[in-house]
């Protein structure tokens, strides 16, 4: 059972890493639209501004909670975060609030002690609850769309897999919140083995989304993103195969940070080539910040102490 003060700082970051993250997801998807769907792309645009708000709502409540700290907090924007959003607006018209990530930098750098709102702990409950029927409805979205572009009714300028990607990540978040409004514990021992099984699979498959949207003669690096995706795939089996021994795991966990931690590096360099256009590819750099913060959020997750 979760105290309060952990239901709301449990809260208040899981919500804030996760509502960029889908919001970003509907960024992509209008800009993966034809002409022809434009009331997807309306769609798209309503779910992208419904996420804005309900993030500016969690950093004005991250704001007035005291002791808030976000030791990692690369998770939830980056050093690129703002270029990134520059330049794809720049690039595909799709219009984006930067002033919410300059509230999250202001936030990352306050270091007053706040005082505690008095009604905090409702006023998480509540957004959470706001958070959790608008995800519901998006899984909806998101399912319907996997199943037209399979079916081939729907074409969209990017791959199934990516679509069946975000979903996925969609359903973590539904999950996870969930418990969260139930005061139920996420980060047990067994959670952080599900957990890492789920974010192996999630960073196999960004390697290979960033070597199938690089240009054909990006070969030295496309290699580099293949090696990733094998890794995290022996990792994946390998976290499987654990999954009811306790023995080997901090070594498995251990190799798994490591890697974690390269795909990070790596993924860092794509975004600033990509920003500084030295790389070419069909990647926004925006993605490529998005799947950035996705390894730093895993890597946060990973050095979490067992009882937190
Ligand atoms: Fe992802």
Redesign the pocket.
């Known amino acids: 059972m979760l105290t309060k003060q952990q239901f709301i700082h449990h809260s208040l970051h899981l919500n804030l890493f996760f509502l960029r993250?889908i919001k970003e997801h509907f960024i992509f998807l209008e800009a993966a639209l034809f002409m022809k769907n434009k009331k997807l792309m309306g769609e798209a645009e309503f779910f992208k501004n419904e996420f804005e708000r309900l993030l500016k709502h969690t950093i004005m409540l991250a704001e007035s909670a005291m002791d808030f700290k976000m030791p990692n907090a690369n998770e939830f924007v980056t050093k690129y975060t703002l270029d990134a959003e520059k330049i794809t607006q720049f690039a595909t018209g799709i219009p984006i609030d930067m002033s919410i990530t300059k509230m999250e930098i202001s936030l990352m750098s306050e270091k007053d002690s706040k005082h505690h709102h008095a009604l905090l702990e409702d006023h998480v409950y509540k957004l959470n609850d706001r958070i959790i029927k608008t995800v519901t409805a998006v899984i909806k979205v998101k399912s319907q769309l996997l199943e037209d572009v399979l079916s081939c009714k729907l074409f969209v300028n990017t791959y199934p897999s990516l679509l069946e990607?975000?979903l996925?990540?969609t359903k973590h978040y539904l999950d996870l919140l969930s418990k969260l409004q139930g005061r139920i514990e996420i980060h047990m021992k067994q959670d952080l083995m599900s957990e890492e099984n789920f974010w192996n699979h999630?960073m196999s498959?960004?390697s290979l989304?960033i070597r199938g949207l690089l240009d054909p003669s990006e070969k030295q690096l496309f290699d580099i993103a293949d090696e990733f995706a094998e890794e995290f795939e022996t990792l994946e089996k390998q976290t499987e195969d654990l999954n009811m021994l306790s023995s080997g795991l901090s070594a498995l966990t251990e190799r798994t940070i490591r890697s974690v931690t390269a795909l990070r590096d790596f993924k860092a360099q794509a975004t600033e080539g990509l920003l500084g256009c030295k790389i070419k590819a069909i990647i926004l750099p925006l993605l490529a910040d998005?799947?950035l913060r996705?390894a730093n959020h895993y890597l946060h997750l990973l050095n979490m102490p067992d009882d937190m």
Do not use: A, Y
């Open positions: 993250i990607h975000v996925e990540e999630i498959e960004h989304f998005h799947v996705e």
